[in-house]
C-alpha cells in the first residue's frame, strides 16, 4: 500500500521560508511523476508545482521564481523549498504520486503566512 508523508509545514512570516517533505512508503517513486497541490479555506485544491521521473518541473504561475521542486530518488522523498512567502501562500499542502488508475496522497501539512 502506497503511503505518502507530508512534514516540514508550520507559522512563518511573509517574506519567510519553510521546505516540505513528503516521504513515500510501499513504492519506489522512481519511475513516477509526483508532485504538490494546496488548497486554501473555501477555495479548491490546486496544483503548486509538479516533478516528473524525466526530470521536467512545473509551476504554478502563482509560485514561479519562488518555489523549487525537487525528489531524492534514493531517500524515496521530494521537496518543496518554499521562499519569499505571502499571505495568499497559507493554506493545507498536499503531496501527490501520480500513478494509474489511483493518484496516491499524503494527508496534508499546514502552511500559515502571517505576521
Known amino acids: 500500500q502506497v503511503q505518502l508523508a507530508e512534514s516540514g509545514g508550520g507559522l512563518v512570516q511573509p517574506g519567510g521560508s519553510l521546505t516540505l517533505s513528503c516521504a513515500a512508503s510501499?513504492?519506489?517513486?522512481?519511475?513516477?511523476?509526483m508532485g504538490w497541490f494546496r488548497q486554501a479555506p473555501g477555495k479548491q485544491r490546486v496544483q503548486v508545482a509538479m516533478?516528473?521521473?524525466?526530470?521536467?518541473?512545473k509551476y504554478a504561475d502563482s509560485v514561479k521564481g519562488r518555489f523549487t521542486v525537487s525528489r531524492d530518488n534514493a531517500r524515496n522523498t521530494i521537496y518543496l523549498q518554499m521562499k519569499n512567502l505571502q499571505p495568499e501562500d497559507t493554506a493545507v499542502y498536499y503531496c501527490?504520486?501520480?500513478?494509474?488508475?489511483?493518484?496516491?496522497w499524503g494527508q496534508g501539512t499546514q502552511v500559515t503566512v502571517s505576521s
Open positions: 510501499g513504492i519506489s517513486i522512481r519511475l513516477y511523476a
Open positions: 501527490t504520486l501520480i500513478r494509474y488508475p489511483d493518484d496516491s
Open positions: 516533478h516528473y521521473s524525466s526530470g521536467v518541473l
